[in-house]
């Protein structure tokens, strides 16, 4: 049977669920609000941009710190990234569709441009620079 995940803001709430105890597991970053659609998984900081689907929105990790950016992707190479996380108090998004949605206070964002829809958020999702090389998407250095 699959335990159910915790979250690392509700592990340090509760630290024995998070050492496992009572049947909870502490959730990777990529467990974290990622409800319906999981990211895409970019290896060693790089995606292809064969992956990332035209005229959509996709949540890319990229690795590192911060690692969830939305690729809005239009046709060809126009691409623009956002943050993967609530300008209300930084808790990872998870993909509802076209909209992004907090699992910490419910504030939803428009996937396709980063935009609040529902807050407390009253900041839209800055945007994240990308860059395509060589038919790889990175986030710019
Ligand atoms: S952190 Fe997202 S609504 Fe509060």
Redesign the pocket.
């Known amino acids: 049977m699959e335990r159910p995940c915790l979250s690392r803001r509700r592990a340090l709430l509760l630290p024995a669920a998070a050492a496992g105890v009572g049947g909870l597991a502490a959730c990777a970053p990529e467990d974290e609000g990622f409800g319906t659609a999981a990211p895409l998984r970019a290896d060693e900081g790089a995606i292809s941009l064969d992956e990332v689907p035209e005229n959509a929105s996709t949540l890319v990790n990229f690795g590192g710190q911060q690692p969830f950016v939305l690729l809005v992707r239009g046709e060809g190479e126009d691409l623009t990234g956002y943050s993967g996380y609530?300008t209300?108090?930084?808790?990872a998004l998870r993909q509802e569709e076209t909209e992004l949605d907090?699992p910490?206070?419910?504030?939803r964002f428009d996937a396709s441009n980063g935009e609040v829809l529902v807050?407390?958020?009253t900041t839209h999702l800055p945007e994240i620079a990308v860059v395509i090389e060589d038919g790889l998407v990175r986030r710019e250095q």
Not at 88 to 91: D, L, P, R, S, Y
Not at 104 to 107: A, D, E, F, R, T
């Open positions: 609530c209300h108090n930084g808790c907090c910490c206070h419910g504030s807050g407390p958020a």
